[in-house]
């Protein structure tokens, strides 16, 4: 199959490379110059395990090419996929779906000959109808059929996730583009992966309906994770607990600093809104929604309590900026929350993360960067852990001791064990285990 993505961020670039390494012929576009550039040079723009290899290996073998150029590929292509950002619309919290229109609009000045387009992008329910009524008012005479195809990847196990997921979904109401979706995946279907065909519009709300739980589930444990602070449990027995019954499972139920990422608070976000839209308001996502983002400023004031009560004028050393291990994606992470209230609180921040600094210092402020842990610990009055990047499972706590001013550890994601810790001598906090 001849295939062009549309988009090279996060989704693009990892679904394109393994659809070529998959056998098919892929082309990624993206408006970004600057992206193309880096990646016809061999750089990737993003950190992504085993990405850069899986690259240039398909780069290596003529299956993967990377192009500004629209027109030429879209041409020539049997399937196109739309993977460009929908984000939060600025002010409504909707998703901004202009780029999405902006790209079916491109697309369709340029397909020839039978052409499915596939929107991957996380669209609300009804996209896929205006993106083909778009096409059709832009090129009446193109012979299209547009369907939906969520993608399910996380960052961090992207190439995996891909080539190994769950179940794959792809709505449509036309059977020319179930044959060409079919042979699409037909690597994965042979694999066993489960090919769920279904309408467009139930596809859409499959990946918000998906998303929307995950995050409920762990905005459920981080409440949990409270109230075993006030009544001295544990909440990581808890989960345990509830997590070996089958009905329940045993995974997202992790207590934390509140989900973030590219993904959970706008898709959250973005599904109450539809759900208003249309007079049947998702009660449960709406209170997900304010209980999380309420939660990332309270976990600044759990560290200015653990610091006294009080951090003006005091050092506090952040670890992990990113919303999440083995990506460098700061979008919506936690840590922006926790540090502002920091900052608000008068603390002197220096923070550290193995692959988000350089994303960070564009979206947060007031803070200075170092180059190691140890490094942004010292004459720290308090250490918080914000993100479980592996680098901060086994530190060096009698160093960190000996160059800290005070040894209080705020482990934000329950990394350690309070025995450990306050053997060697610190004062330590944690998430939902107050013993
Ligand atoms: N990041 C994830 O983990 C993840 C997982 C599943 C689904 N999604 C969804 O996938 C979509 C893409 O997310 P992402 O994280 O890859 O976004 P991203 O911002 O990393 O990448 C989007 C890319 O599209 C490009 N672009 C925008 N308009 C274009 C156009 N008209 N022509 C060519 N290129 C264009 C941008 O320059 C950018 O490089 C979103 O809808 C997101 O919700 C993301």
Same mark, same amino acid.
């Given at each position: 199959m001849k295939i062009t993505m549309i988009g090279a961020g996060y989704v693009g670039l990892v679904s394109g490379v393994c659809f070529a390494d998959f056998g098919h012929e892929v082309t990624c576009i993206d408006k970004d110059a600057g992206k193309?550039?880096?990646?016809?040079?061999? =750089?990737?723009?993003?950190?992504?395990? /085993? +990405?850069?290899?899986?690259? @240039?290996?398909? #780069?290596?073998?003529?299956?993967? %090419?990377f192009t500004t150029d629209l027109a030429t590929s879209v041409s020539q292509s049997d399937v196109i996929f739309i993977a460009v950002g929908t984000p939060s619309r600025r002010g409504d919290g909707h998703a901004d779906l202009s780029y999405v229109y902006d790209a079916a609009r491109?697309?369709?000045?340029?397909?020839?000959?039978?052409?499915?387009?596939?929107?991957?992008?996380?669209?609300?329910?009804?996209?896929?109808?205006?993106?083909?009524?778009?096409?059709?008012?832009?090129?009446?005479?193109?012979?299209?059929?547009?369907?939906?195809?969520?993608?399910?990847?996380?960052?961090?196990?992207?190439?995996?996730?891909?080539? =190994?997921?769950?179940?794959?979904?792809? /709505? +449509?109401?036309?059977?020319? @583009?179930?044959? #060409?979706?079919?042979?699409?995946? %037909?690597?994965l279907y042979l694999n066993q992966a489960p090919l769920l065909f279904?309408?467009?519009?139930?596809?859409?709300?499959?990946?918000?309906?998906?998303?929307?739980?995950?995050?409920?589930?762990?905005?459920?444990?981080?409440?949990?994770?409270?109230?075993?602070?006030?009544?001295?449990?544990?909440?990581?027995?808890?989960?345990?607990?509830?997590?070996?019954?089958?009905?329940?499972?045993?995974?997202?139920?992790?207590?934390?600093?509140?989900?973030?990422?590219?993904?959970?608070?706008?898709?959250?976000?973005?599904?109450?809104?539809?759900?208003?839209?249309?007079d049947s308001p998702v009660r449960l996502i709406e209170t997900t929604v304010a209980v999380n983002?309420?939660?990332?400023? @309270?976990?600044?004031?759990?560290?200015?309590?653990?610091?006294?009560?009080?951090v003006r004028g005091k050092k506090v050393a952040v670890l992990g900026l990113t919303f999440k291990p083995n990506t460098d994606d700061m979008r919506d992470s936690p840590a922006i929350a926790i540090i502002?209230?920091?900052?608000?609180?008068?603390?002197?921040?220096?923070?550290?993360?193995?692959?988000?600094m350089e994303n960070a210092r564009h979206v947060i402020d007031g803070i200075a960067y170092a180059d190691s842990p140890y490094k942004a610990a010292e004459d720290a009055d308090v250490l918080v852990i914000v993100t479980e990047w592996n680098e901060f499972r086994a530190l060096n706590l009698d160093r960190l001791k000996a160059s800290m001013k005070n040894p209080v550890l705020v482990d934000l994601r329950n990394i350690y064990h309070r025995d450990e810790v306050t053997k060697h001598g610190f004062s330590y906090t944690s998430v939902g285990r107050p013993d």
């Open positions: 193309i550039e880096a990646l016809l040079a061999g =750089r990737i723009p993003i950190f992504e395990p /085993g +990405l850069e290899q899986l690259v @240039a290996e398909n #780069v290596k073998d003529g299956r993967l %090419r491109e697309i369709a000045a340029h397909v020839t000959g039978f052409t499915v387009i596939v929107t991957k992008s996380t669209v609300p329910v009804g996209t896929g109808d205006e993106v083909e009524r778009i096409m059709r008012e832009t090129n009446p005479s193109a012979d299209i059929a547009v369907v939906s195809n969520p993608e399910f990847l996380r960052e961090g196990a992207a190439i995996d996730d891909f080539k =190994r997921p769950d179940r794959i979904v792809i /709505g +449509l109401n036309d059977d020319r @583009a179930r044959v #060409v979706m079919t042979e699409v995946y %037909r690597p279904t309408t467009r519009r139930t596809s859409e709300l499959i990946k918000y309906a998906g998303n929307a739980f995950l995050a409920m589930k762990i905005t459920f444990i981080n409440e949990m994770a409270d109230l075993c602070e006030k009544v001295g449990a544990n909440v990581q027995e808890v989960a345990r607990g509830i997590g070996l019954d089958g009905r329940i499972g045993a995974k997202f139920l992790h207590a934390g600093p509140g989900y973030g990422g590219s993904c959970f608070p706008k898709d959250t976000l973005a599904l109450v809104k539809t759900a208003q839209d249309h983002d309420n939660r990332k400023r @309270a976990m600044g004031r759990k560290v200015i309590a653990a610091a006294g009560g009080d502002q209230a920091l900052n608000d609180g008068g603390a002197i921040v220096t923070g550290y993360d193995p692959e988000g």
